[in-house]
């Protein structure tokens, strides 16, 4: 075996093995040799002078940190127990078999190399995602290189006076991001794109408003503190976005724009026939777009709520409240992000995204649906249509030549899909994610974690067996606003002890993205998505630990201020002697979840001289059906009892109070208020 040196004619630096018929020198003791390099890396084997180490031509390939620790030192003797210390010191596999140690430590040094500069990447990643910098002329640039963006400066005029006064340009293959600073600080920012749409052109001015809002002064921000972090997560968008593109051919924004148009059109019909509803004709545009979003085909939103980029809403908390909007107000939204991602990461084939404004049919709803379609519909039969694929134009070295017919070439089409992302994340059971990958095709792994340990993780250490029955514990304080007609302005604290039993736990998964090939796979879902977040919310609202009053009364001015003057109040009340406001006892609700194969909540608390047992089902859209209990009238036609306060209610309206509310503990309330 040779050395890695390459040496003239003369037998020096040849080990033995490389001339079978050559004697052994005796005195050519390396430990490269296989029947001395034990002898030499062992304590008790024979010892070599450094006069014959420096014949070994192995010497020269080693750096000079091998072979002496400090210039001028004498290298190290590779026949000493300290010489094998510090190579495995340095990581290096001292089997030395059949290996050179040139060969050894450059192998060493580029494995060094490879992992230094992974762990510098990681570090790199990470400082990225815990604080992107702040807004400055250096800051922004360096935002815009990392997301492959071209930057480019400019000045905003002539003369010296405007010698601070700049531009940035952040350009990519599609669109274009101005930012303009005067005196270190964004003065204007506005977002273009190279070709002309009337498409992206209808929206261009809200996202350029978001972007210059992230880069403004807030109250309580000084130019020292105003940080890169909301307009980093937009323009990753617009650069993700701008980077999937294929100029020219395919256009991710256009795309992207393409949706809205479609979804929009849908909207304004569900709003339309909503209008013609004369139960609902006291309702505002507002309260029917809020309407439409939670029980139609949602509402979509281009460049709302801070964030660029297209978002179908489809559930709100505080729905049925007049006073709910759709931007803006108190409350959670539950929505879909629709985006662009690339196929490389996946192992799946997926339907390419298509750039169309025509997915579903000019009259919407379809002239002659087919008899399946019609036994199989719970609503309006919508004419969804198909858009012809999106091509790519070939490259030049792969056009044909003159003469040849250009179909017989395939044109390519993108490595790019649609992706929705869930916000927030659903949890549902393992059927109905399932059934949402089956509507997407998508394949994703199912997680062994069960539904309600999904819903309220286990707090680590604690004990917990998943194949047993689960109990939770909560106390709430529930304002209660029992004669609001009458004038009350100021809410009813009750005192609530809640128990939830999972008595039979089944596997959850939590949705948080799938790839669609077309809107209808989104509507497709709805009502399975509305399901369960309204299920969730309504158990948070009575078991999820949080901070501050209790969800599930309508915001107004009475409520903000029960939190601040509590206090105070409870003070003057004890020394006044009048606690009849805030009820001093306790009431008890223990609710026993059911996941499968439907959500059913079943309800007991204290009712008269017995104990109330209601059995509810959150159905499909989050609708709330009572499907037994031992207080209300026997059938949907028959008055309750005559104990009650005020008008008389059924089965189904209790069940809408309970959709109004979105609270157990408020619901119990008002049917103890009703009827006992």
């Avoid at 490259?395 to 992706?419: C, H, I, R």
């Amino acid at each position: 075996m040779s050395t890695p040196m390459r040496h003239g004619p003369s037998q020096q630096g040849r080990t033995p093995s490389q001339h079978p018929a050559a004697a052994p020198t005796p005195q050519a003791s390396t430990p490269f040799s296989n029947s001395q390099a034990v002898a030499a890396l062992s304590p008790h084997g024979p010892r070599s002078s450094p006069q014959q180490l420096k014949k070994s031509p192995a010497t020269g390939t080693l750096p000079s940190g091998i072979m002496s620790s400090q210039p001028g030192n004498p290298p190290l003797n590779f026949d000493s127990p300290s010489a094998a210390a510090a190579l495995g010191g340095l990581g290096l596999d001292l089997n030395l078999d059949n290996i050179s140690v040139g060969g050894l430590v450059g192998g060493a040094n580029r494995s060094d190399e490879d992992d230094r500069k992974k762990r510098m990447d990681a570090v790199i990643a990470a400082l990225w995602a815990f604080d992107t910098g702040r807004v400055s002329n250096d800051g922004l640039e360096r935002l815009a290189v990392h997301l492959g963006l071209e930057c480019l400066w400019e000045p905003a005029g002539t003369g010296s006076e405007n010698d601070n006064n700049k531009v940035l340009i952040m350009a990519g293959r599609t669109m274009f991001v101005e930012v303009s600073i005067k005196n270190y600080v964004v003065y204007h920012a506005s977002l273009s794109f190279n070709e002309p749409s009337s498409r992206l052109d209808k929206h261009v001015e809200k996202a350029s408003a978001i972007l210059f809002k992230d880069l403004t002064l807030g109250p309580g921000e000084s130019q020292l503190t105003k940080k890169l972090s909301k307009f980093r997560a937009n323009l990753e968008r617009l650069a993700t976005l701008d980077r999937l593109s294929v100029t020219p051919g395919l256009n991710c924004h256009e795309a992207i724009a393409g949706i809205w148009e479609s979804l929009e059109r849908l909207h304004r019909w569900d709003v339309q026939r909503l209008r013609e509803d004369p139960t609902l004709s006291d309702r505002t545009e507002e309260n029917l777009r809020v309407i439409a979003l939670c029980s139609r085909h949602g509402c979509p939103l281009m460049h709302a709520r801070d964030r660029i980029g297209l978002t179908l809403d489809y559930w709100k908390q505080y729905r049925k409240y007049k006073s709910t909007l759709i931007e803006g107000g108190k409350g959670k939204t539950w929505g879909i992000l629709i985006d662009c991602a690339s196929t490389n990461d996946m192992n799946m084939v997926y339907n390419p995204v298509r750039v169309s404004d025509k997915w579903v049919g000019p009259d919407l709803v379809k002239a002659n649906p087919t008899e399946d379609e019609v036994m199989s519909a719970t609503g309006p039969i919508l004419d969804w249509l198909e858009p012809p694929n999106t091509l790519l134009q070939p490259a030049e070295e792969n056009k044909p030549e003159t003469g040849l017919d250009m179909n017989a070439l395939s044109a390519p089409k993108p490595d790019v899909v649609f992706m929705a992302t869930f916000n927030p994340p659903v949890v549902v059971t393992h059927s109905v994610a399932m059934e949402i990958y089956k509507i997407s095709a998508f394949n994703a792994p199912l997680s062994g974690s069960t539904f309600d340990n999904l819903l309220f993780p286990v707090s680590e250490g604690a004990n917990y067996d998943p194949s047993e029955p689960r109990v939770l514990k909560s106390t709430r304080t529930v304002p209660v606003f029992l004669d609001a007609h009458k004038g009350q302005t100021e809410p009813i604290l009750k005192l609530h002890s809640n128990t939830l039993l999972v008595d039979k736990p089944v596997y959850g998964q939590i949705v948080t993205h799938v790839p669609i090939s077309h809107p209808k796979d989104l509507i497709m879902m709805l009502p399975m998505l509305r399901q369960y977040a309204f299920l969730s919310l309504l158990l948070a609202n009575s078991f999820e630990s949080q901070e501050g009053t209790p969800l599930g009364s309508e915001p107004n001015a009475a409520n903000e201020s029960t939190s601040s003057h509590k206090t105070d109040r409870e003070f003057e009340d004890f020394m006044s002697g009048n606690r009849g406001r805030n009820s001093p006892e306790c009431l008890k609700i223990d609710v026993v979840l059911t996941a499968h194969p439907i959500p059913r909540l079943q309800l007991v608390f204290p009712f008269g001289q017995t104990a109330a047992m209601i059995n509810l089902e959150i159905q499909l859209d989050g609708k709330v059906h009572i499907v037994s209990d031992n207080i209300f009238s026997e059938s949907e036609n028959e008055t309750s009892q005559s104990k009650g306060k005020g008008r008389l209610l059924t089965r189904k309206q209790f069940a809408e109070k309970l959709e109004v509310c979105e609270n157990l503990g408020i619901w119990v309330e008002f049917i103890k208020h009703k009827l006992e």
